[in-house]
T-cell receptor, first 111, second 111 residues
Framework: DSGVTQTPKHLITATGQRVTLRCSPR?????VYWYQQSLDQGLQFLIQ???????AKGNILERFSAQQFPDLHSELNLSSLELGDSALYFC??????????FGSGTQLSVL | GQSLEQPSEVTAVEGAIVQINCTYQ??????LSWYQQHDGGAPTFLSY????GLEETGRFSSFLSRSDSYGYLLLQELQMKDSASYFC????????????FGIGTKLQVIP
């Protein structure tokens, strides 16, 4: 158990809809990272927060947004969903960038 | 931006040694890490190198050459359970250590 909690584990929705993925980091970790992993693909970096502030942005679509709350949990919002957004979304937390602890992921299926 | 290259697939025999190479191009390099991901699972941390040289952790070792922008993961005494995908990842100083992953190397261990 990495100590990082992601909910929900599975999400099935329709095109055009909006969903929210939630992540609770390990106790004491201030950094939260979001990654997207499509079938047989690597981990695409989306966005990183540190203690509530956005610190780095990757290839995140404008339809996607995220935030980190004062209690350090983070949410990734995906809107106007398309079939191509179907993927496994991972959250990871870290005290520094040397070692990331990953949650079990949210499998998103857009039908 | 950052780019990482690693072989897409490697096959090795149980009990043997395998080396997975990773070359990278990035600005603000801070360190190179390795993660293991079994099918259907979350990535788990294996090792981290910030300085040149070899780091050993049990059957796994990781090497870094900052001047060559190159590193490798060495797995010894291969076991069937080592069949998984292995990702190298670079940490960069921008944005409090953004962590970018390579495409991953799928290792198949055969009897």
């Amino acid at each position: 158990d990495s100590g990082v909690t992601q909910t929900p584990k599975h999400l099935i929705t329709a095109t055009g809809q909006r969903v929210t993925l939630r992540c609770s980091p390990r106790s004491g970790d201030l950094s939260v990272y979001w990654y997207q992993q499509s079938l047989d693909q690597g981990l695409q970096f989306l966005i990183q927060y540190y203690n509530g502030e956005e610190r780095a942005k990757g290839n995140i679509l404008e339809r996607f947004s995220a935030q980190q709350f004062p209690d350090l949990h983070s949410e990734l919002n995906l809107s106007s969903l398309e079939l191509g957004d179907s993927a496994l979304y991972f959250c990871a937390s870290s005290a520094g960038g040397e070692k990331l602890f990953f949650g079990s992921g949210t499998q998103l299926s857009v039908l | 931006g950052q780019s990482l290259e690693q072989p897409s697939e490697v096959t090795a025999v149980e009990g043997a040694i395998v080396q997975i190479n990773c070359t990278y191009q990035t600005s603000g390099f801070y360190g190179l890490s390795w993660y293991q991901q079994h099918d259907g699972g979350a990535p788990t941390f294996l090792s981290y190198n910030a300085l040149d040289g070899l780091e050993e952790t049990g059957r796994f070792s990781s090497f870094l050459s900052r001047s060559d922008s190159y590193g490798y993961l060495l797995l010894q005494e291969l076991q069937m359970k080592d069949s998984a995908s292995y990702f190298c990842a670079v940490s960069t100083t921008g944005g409090y250590q953004k962590v970018t992953f390579g495409i991953g190397t799928k290792l198949q261990v055969i009897p």
